[in-house]
């Protein structure tokens, strides 16, 4: 999965949203509609929703840390 910044003059496809989409996720291996166009709004809204259900692992680790000194002082 690729996310591009989109050449095309497209809408954005997410719901009923109207703003034109400055982005591309290109997903492979998806068969006939492989694209989807993305506004930045939508972009950051689909970003927070992910970043709430998925931790990025440098993140768990820094917290692990942090707990770790907190305990020896
Ligand atoms: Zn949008």
């Known amino acids: ?4 910044k989109s050449e095309e003059k497209r809408k954005c496809e997410m719901g009923n949203c109207k703003n034109r989409a400055s982005y591309v996720i290109r997903l492979e291996r998806m068969g006939i509609k492989s694209v989807l166009f993305v506004c930045e709004h939508c972009l950051r809204d689909l970003y927070k929703l ?7 692992k440098s993140i768990e680790t ?3 840390r942090g707990a770790q000194t907190t305990k020896g002082a």
Do not use: A
């Open 1 to 4: 999965m690729k996310l591009l």
């Open 50 to 56: 992910i970043g709430e259900e998925i931790v990025p």
């Open 62 to 64: 820094l917290r692990l």
